[in-house]
């Protein structure tokens, strides 16, 4: 069992910059891909971004290439997820998730390939 703890959520303005951290307790934080994903209100969760565990590869959703990065440290068992450039669009629930060695046909894009989730932290970007 793994337990997903996310931070850095506050409320910005348009054009700010922040960075979401979300630390993994458990084992074997090297073998999970890692993902963010969103919710606005009234809407689905949607996929940001994802770091796969083999390989590095990572993958992002359209609306936010080019200005969002994920990035990982496994010896502090952390992921990230700078966001530059924050529309007013962004603002949502962003939640961290793990798929702990993932299926060889398992997409990072997929919600339904994680095991575990962060309780999630809120983004508020204001115009």
């Known amino acids: 069992q793994v337990q997903l703890v996310e931070s850095g959520g506050r409320l910005v303005q348009a054009g700010d910059s922040l960075t979401l951290a979300c630390v993994a307790s458990?084992?074997?934080?090297?073998?999970?891909?890692m993902g963010w994903f969103r919710q606005a209100p009234g809407k689905e969760r949607d996929f940001v971004a994802a770091?796969?565990?083999?390989?590095?590869?990572?993958f992002y959703a359209d609306s936010v290439k080019g200005r969002f990065t994920i990035s990982r440290d496994n010896s502090k068992n952390t992921v990230y997820l700078q966001m530059n450039s924050l529309k007013p669009e962004d603002t949502a629930v962003y939640y961290c998730?793990?798929?702990?060695?993932?299926?060889?046909?398992?997409?990072?894009?997929?919600?339904?390939?994680?095991?575990?989730w962060g309780q999630g932290t809120q983004v508020t970007v204001s115009s």
């Open positions: 458990g084992r074997a934080f090297s073998r999970y891909t």
């Open positions: 770091f796969n565990w083999s390989g590095g590869t990572t």
């Open positions: 998730a793990g798929d702990y060695l993932p299926r060889p046909t398992a997409h990072p894009t997929d919600s339904s390939e994680y095991d575990y």
